[in-house]
């Protein structure tokens, strides 16, 4: 079974931009199902945006326009370009791929 870990998270003012990476122990990553959510304080985890198998995008509405995934099938890893960054976006983002596999999550922290 594929392993996720996810990196880049940070804290950032109103505004800034922080990328995050998400990498999979397996080949077969390169061509997975992979989706981003996040956890807010005193939330549920919620869906980001997701990347198809032939790298087809999807996002939230609250975030379409400002945040771009991507893939790097060479290096395994699917990136969460995050711009435009509001307090709202404050959680813990998680990597997710089939079969109902998480990472441990990065903090993204967006304050004044």
């Known amino acids: 079974q594929v392993q996720l870990v996810e990196s880049g998270g940070g804290s950032v003012q109103p505004g800034g931009s922080l990328r995050l990476s998400c990498v999979g122990s397996?080949?077969?990553?390169?061509?997975?199902?992979v989706y981003w959510h996040r956890q807010s304080p005193g939330k549920e985890r919620e869906f980001v945006a997701g990347i198809g198998s032939r790298g087809t995008p999807i996002y939230d509405p609250s975030v379409k326009g400002r945040f771009t995934i991507s893939r790097d099938a060479k290096k395994n890893t699917v990136y969460l370009q995050m711009n435009s960054l509001q307090s709202e976006d404050t959680g813990v983002y998680y990597c997710w791929t089939q079969p109902n596999t998480w990472g441990q999550g990065t903090q993204v922290t967006v304050s004044a």
């Open positions: 397996a080949n077969s990553f390169s061509t997975a199902v």
